[in-house]
């Protein structure tokens, strides 16, 4: 498989909780960090996902959005890794940005240029990267 | 708390349905625009999410979709706010596009660079942004 | 109505599944090609929404991953439409590429530079659009 999602998360599956539509899966993907996703109990059910399972935990770096200096901040989004920016690409209307987690793990994202600008985004700054359970797609090879 | 979703709306808590899995909340953001978001009831728990609560509501500019001569057209996404066209960032693949809303808020689109040319976006001109409930992350400070 | 989503698919429901939130909605929009859309139970009462009702079915091409060598794969992405490449249009961030399905149908992707060199992509190869129903939104016309 190749996909053009930057973020390819391998792991395993740590915590299940079914619902009647929606499940919200974690996933351990090493380094300490751990994704949640939420998909149709429909595709737990089609993909046999269960706690234990292997699986890749894909994310659009479109859909990561990055916080900086989010001390006492909440949010309602699921996910945000802690790390430190590695490295900054930056076009005209769109910029890449990638995080280093602990254990090794990098996140990409795509952020606005205008964004960049506006939190003082450099390369070795603390940042997080901040991102829905609804982002996560889970796939699991034959 | 700095964020690189371009849109970052301020407001208050209006309204406030619960549901097992999911609520939907709507956010006053001034100016008459109100934004219905959907969070996890699991979210609304633990930021303590109640009618009157100041909140911000962020979405980023890639989430949104801009719609001209939208007269007669229902969709299924909630949010739907108009307002008049004030900057055109033009890029290779994708633009960013600013709309001022009444009571100057202003919402950030990144469209791609066809759509600008096949809507025949310009400066001064009406066009709505559009974006689902499930687009918007609220987000409290502590 | 003129639209910034790129992929602006005239179908017909297919089939409908109401849920006490959520309703997974089906649209045959040809060729042998079927989507399914998300959307909250509330838009389906609001826009009327019965099999064999007309609609439009947006996606943001920015919602849109696009995997190769994907034979065995399973992902809990919902929809999944194969096809030939048939324009990649690169910038420093992001690229277009555009996918002729069965049928005449052409679904416009939005991924990032990094991701056309990591696939291989060309002009002529075999490719699949994947994305999510709740990156699906409905629309119908007075």
């Given at each position: 498989?190749?996909?053009?999602?930057?973020?390819?998360?391998?792991?395993?599956?740590?915590?299940?909780?079914?619902?009647?539509?929606?499940?919200?899966?974690?996933?351990?993907?090493?380094?300490?960090?751990?994704?949640?996703?939420?998909?149709?109990?429909?595709?737990?059910?089609?993909?046999?996902?269960?706690?234990?399972?292997?699986?890749?935990?894909?994310?659009?770096?479109?859909?990561?959005?990055?916080?900086?200096?989010?001390?006492?901040?909440?949010?309602?989004?699921?996910?945000?890794?802690?790390g430190?920016?590695?490295?900054?690409?930056?076009?005209?209307v769109?910029?890449?940005?990638?995080?280093?987690?602990?254990?090794?793990?990098?996140?990409?994202?795509?952020?606005?240029?205008?964004?960049?600008?506006?939190?003082?985004l450099?390369?070795?700054?603390?940042?997080?990267?901040?991102?829905?359970?609804?982002?996560?797609?889970?796939?699991?090879?034959?």
């Amino acid at each position: 498989m190749k996909i053009s999602a930057r973020n390819v998360f391998k792991g395993t599956i740590s915590r299940l909780e079914p619902g009647a539509v929606n499940a919200e899966v974690e996933v351990d993907v090493g380094g300490g960090n751990r994704l949640v996703a939420m998909v149709t109990s429909a595709s737990v059910r089609s993909l046999g996902l269960a706690v234990g399972k292997p699986v890749v935990a894909l994310v659009k770096s479109s859909s990561i959005l990055i916080l900086v200096e989010g001390d006492g901040v909440q949010l309602t989004a699921r996910n945000r890794l802690d790390g430190t920016v590695t490295q900054i690409t930056d076009g005209a209307v769109e910029a890449g940005v990638s995080i280093a987690l602990a254990g090794g793990v990098t996140v990409h994202a795509v952020i606005t240029h205008e964004s960049v600008l506006a939190l003082g985004l450099k390369v070795g700054g603390r940042a997080s990267a901040v991102f829905k359970a609804s982002a996560v797609i889970l796939g699991t090879s034959a």
